[in-house]
């Protein structure tokens, strides 16, 4: 039986390489920053135009489908994830790193249909490394089949994760908390590249052993969702629980060991829902 | 030695530091496929590796067999019990794989650095990024260049727009993580517009040359951590200062980088010291 969805994931691929180049041409030119929700929480022109590209181009092939983007939901729309055929986007993830030129700065697009994420995109276009994943045919990095590290022991374990700029003095204390948490087991290490896709494409590639992040959003992690799981690695809830990709948080691993280790360790901090009533 | 004369003699001492600094990348990259063979060092975090021996071998007799009366500090000997003092005489710095644990996972951030010392002033260094064939190169008074592009740091004097990277460390009691963290939060709360860790010192200062962030501190790095990138951020127009707002103490393991002055001095203002013991301590020689 042929796969329903290979052509809107081929399709996908071009317009991802499109939004690569944008991407690329823009870093030769002077960025200009605004801000978001806080000072930290930074947009670009690019932003808006690669997300537009993106939308324009796969909503005139796929009239029917649905879109839930970063820069459009900033912009007012909905981000609730119903059964149709949604395409999920961001098209910088890393946009601090890609003002400032630092190397991990990518496209991200999951594809979900009955809410089940069926193929997963993520460009990192500084380092033209293109993963891909459809469910059921494994993952690859620019064609080359990739797997985690299949790592279980967490004291051999090199964990990712990322720490910002907290309103909440709570939620900054629990964030360096669970930092130390993780240090202190102890772990190989810990990195912070920067940007939440990359991240989990660093898992599914075996560079790293776990990532695990709280008050990302689900454009952040719906492309390398599909990407980890395909290379053979476990993605949950910070609980222990199933993954729940309106959450807003996750942990994603290269064993189910390493996971349950991190979730032990870490405290959570409420971070909202992606598809929270405002 | 004239003054010209040892200026063509450092140059040429540089094509050879490029050179070998290339070959030991490769010798990585082939190592870095392979089975490693993983031990620790000063903590359980502090790892060391064959490819690492190897590496610094291959380096430091080349080198040795060109320049017989040039000395050498390099990781891999220091902790084999080799002194490690800065004289005169010219010195070439190194550490044969930067990043060992990232080596180990294969995670994408390792680098091959040489550093050359005459009459204890840094003259030039290489960096060699092994996963990607980057090279970054300066010499004093030469300006300095990434794959033969001339590198200028970022001039940025607010923290408010500033990127800044920083390294754990080996050590990780809970007071030094303490501080660490508070080191982190007190950036981060500034606010700055995020930090970054990479584990790799040598290529996190070579970030800060190519003006892709403003800001580098940390505590526990070495001095073959430093001496390259130091001038080759230099070089790139930024500074390299102690974190104590004096000047670089190569052996003090510890260093604030910065495109701009400003950005460094507050840098400084924020951070709390972690002690290491340095690089050039006596041991205690047991009677």
Redesign the interface.
Known sequence: MSDPWKECMDYCLEVTKEAGKMIRDALQRDISIMQKS???D?VTETDQKVEELIISSIRKKYPTHSFIGEESVAAGAASVLTENPTWIIDPIDGT??F?????FVCVSIGFTVNKEIEFGIVYSCI?EKMYTARRGKGAFCNGVPIKV?GQEDI?KS?VLTE???KKDPEH?RTM?AN??SI??I?????????SAAVNMC?VAC????AYYHMGIHCWDMAGGAAIVREAGGVIMDVSGGPFDLMSRRLITASSRAIADCIAKKIQPFPCGRDDAEN | MTSMESDKCWAECMDVAVEIARKAGQMVQEAVKQEKRVSSKST??D?VTEADQQVEELIISTLRERYPTHRFIGEESSAAGEKCVLTDSPTWIIDPIDGT??F?????MVAVSIGFAVMKELEFGVIYHCF?GTLYTARKGHGAFCNGVRLQV?KEKDV?RA?ILTE?GAK?D?AT??IF?EN??KL??A?????????SSTLALC?IA?????AYYQYGLHCWDIAAAAVIIREAGGCVIDTSGGPLDLMSRRVVAAGSREMADYVVRQLQPISYERDDHQPIVQS
């Not at chain 1, 075996?206 to 052993?209: E, I, Q, T």
């Not at chain 2, 180990?104 to 994408?108: K, L, N, Q």
């Not at chain 2, 606010?191 to 584990?199: D, M, N």
């Open positions: 806080s000072p930290v930074l601090t790193n003002v400032h030129r630092f190397p380092e590290s004291s090199l720490t910002g700029f900054f360096m930092m130390e240090l202190t102890p772990v190989h290490g810990i990195r912070s590249p920067g660093l075996g560079a790293a052993d | 359980p975090t790892l644990c990232n180990v996972h294969s995670f994408p990607d970022s408010s990127l754990i990780r809970p993580l303490n963290l982190m939060k981060l709360s606010p700055a517009h995020g930090v970054r860790i990479i584990g970030h190519s003006g892709a962030a403003e």
